[in-house]
């Protein structure tokens, strides 16, 4: 059983950093394209950011663009998700995700087969 495995959250005042991490927990498993979501109090999940296999393609959410940068580390199987300036509206419980058939990257959640548990961002104002 794939687990990816979340890390890197918790609180940070508006402008400031937070470095997200998830790896995938099976050293035979090799996984595609990669992204994370999030999910805020009385929202739906959204997108954030996807990266394509070989990390060449990514995609950011308009809200995010210029803020956060998303990268990965295929020997590792882990995804990183820097996020710079912060808002408060980025708070939200952040997943990473990733595709067993998909490539390249995408924004939409059905495209991806396992999930990580979740991990939550606060930004303070």
């Known amino acids: 059983q794939v687990q990816l495995v979340e890390s890197g959250g918790g609180v940070v005042q508006a402008g400031g950093s937070l470095r997200l991490s998830c790896a995938a927990s099976?050293?035979?498993?090799?996984?595609?394209?990669m992204a994370w979501f999030r999910q805020a109090p009385g929202k739906e999940i959204e997108s954030v950011a996807a990266?394509?296999?070989?990390?060449?393609?990514?995609y950011f959410a308009d809200s995010v663009k210029g803020r956060f940068t998303i990268s990965r580390d295929n020997d590792k199987k882990m995804v990183v998700l820097q996020m710079n300036s912060a808002k408060p509206e980025d708070t939200a419980i952040y997943y990473c995700?990733?595709?067993?058939?998909?490539?390249?990257?995408?924004?939409?959640?059905?495209?991806?087969?396992?999930w990580g548990q979740g991990i939550q961002v606060t930004v303070s104002s």
């Open positions: 995700a990733t595709s067993q058939t998909t490539i390249n990257g995408s924004v939409s959640s059905r495209a991806y087969d396992y």
């Open positions: 099976e050293r035979s498993f090799t996984p595609l394209a």
């Open positions: 990266i394509s296999w070989m990390g060449s393609n990514t």
